[in-house]
């Protein structure tokens, strides 16, 4: 099933990705993500390409559904989006990294808040934002 598929499945009969409502559209954005997260990145790339006006509706939404247990689907979702919305890179890994900090390590660099880096402290597994003059005394 292709994402547009699985994203129209979810829609009010007559709808389409194009032409439904935004309410509408991110409701079934969601539940094809819920229903196919291995898929989201896919899914997230091709409704952000039918609708770039809603881009920043689109990574909140996923990243809903989605949750916050995998960093890298959100990731990859995040870099989906941004392939399909290029000129809002920034914008859109800076709601990222709000939405989900804990996974910011895992999203394009670009769109972390000024001043901010990923840095490990101490365990290299451990990555956390840190101001760019604080990491320096690390």
């Known amino acids: 099933m292709t994402p547009a598929r699985m994203v129209e499945a979810n829609l009010p009969q007559g709808q389409t990705i194009a032409t439904a409502s935004k309410a509408d559209l991110l409701s079934a954005l969601c539940a094809a993500v819920k229903k196919n997260p291995k898929a989201a ?23 809903r559904c989605l949750g916050d247990r995998d960093c890298n689907l959100l ?3 995040l870099r989906a989006v941004i392939s399909a919305v290029p000129g809002d890179a920034s914008g859109l890994t800076t709601l990222a990294v709000e939405l989900a900090p804990n996974c910011a390590p895992s999203f394009p660099g ?4 000024p001043g901010m880096k990923a840095t490990s402290v101490k365990d290299p597994a451990t990555r956390i934002l840190l101001p760019a003059r604080s990491a320096a005394s690390i």
């Open 41 to 63: 990145p896919q899914i997230a790339r091709m409704v952000a390409a039918s609708r770039p006006d809603l881009a920043k509706d689109i990574v909140r939404t996923v990243f």
């Open 75 to 77: 990731g990859r979702s």
């Open 110 to 113: 670009p769109g972390r808040p």
